[in-house]
């Protein structure tokens, strides 16, 4: 597993409340090397399942790669990669992560959530198995 954070300038709208805000993609590379599949189940950012967020809010994120996610529900995490792709809601839904397979999660975060330049997050996916996979990044 391995992660890095992009900084987005954005404008996030949520259904009470627009505001301009600093955007953040974290994007996590998983590769599934093992004999069996695996299945995300959960989320967590510094402790906290994701859905505790705003969930409320639309993001415009973007990879490195250039992909741009435009109007994404700060709730749903983008997905692609090996013959994959779509939308993964933590807590709500599962996940695949095939045996020998690479995917590439964009998970958006804002910083009407409280997060601010140059702090280290923790990001952690949890496995239907019990595994967990820990992952600090720094936002820029």
Request: aromatic fraction near 8%.
């Given at each position: 597993?391995?992660?890095?954070?992009?900084?987005?300038?954005?404008?996030?709208t949520?259904?009470?409340?627009?505001?301009?805000?600093?955007?953040w993609?974290?994007?996590?590379?998983?590769?599934?090397?093992?004999?069996?599949?695996?299945?995300?189940?959960?989320?967590f950012?510094?402790?906290?399942?994701?859905?505790?967020?705003?969930?409320?809010?639309?993001?415009?994120?973007s990879?490195?790669?250039?992909?741009?996610?435009?109007?994404?529900?700060?709730?749903?995490?983008?997905?692609?990669?090996?013959?994959?792709?779509?939308?993964?809601?933590?807590?709500?839904?599962?996940?695949?992560?095939?045996?020998?397979?690479?995917?590439?999660?964009?998970?958006?975060?804002?910083?009407?959530?409280g997060?601010?330049?140059?702090?280290?997050?923790?990001?952690?996916?949890?496995?239907?198995?019990?595994?967990?996979?820990?992952?600090?990044?720094?936002?820029?």
């Amino acid at each position: 597993v391995s992660a890095y954070a992009i900084a987005n300038s954005s404008s996030v709208t949520g259904n009470v409340n627009s505001w301009s805000s600093k955007v953040w993609a974290i994007v996590v590379i998983i590769k599934n090397t093992g004999t069996s599949d695996a299945t995300l189940d959960e989320l967590f950012i510094s402790g906290k399942p994701f859905s505790v967020y705003d969930n409320s809010s639309q993001v415009n994120a973007s990879d490195l790669s250039g992909t741009v996610f435009n109007g994404l529900p700060a709730n749903i995490v983008k997905v692609t990669g090996s013959g994959q792709g779509g939308d993964w809601i933590p807590g709500s839904n599962t996940y695949p992560v095939p045996a020998g397979s690479q995917v590439t999660l964009v998970i958006p975060i804002a910083s009407g959530d409280g997060f601010i330049s140059g702090q280290s997050i923790e990001v952690k996916l949890h496995t239907a198995a019990g595994n967990e996979y820990p992952k600090s990044v720094q936002l820029p």
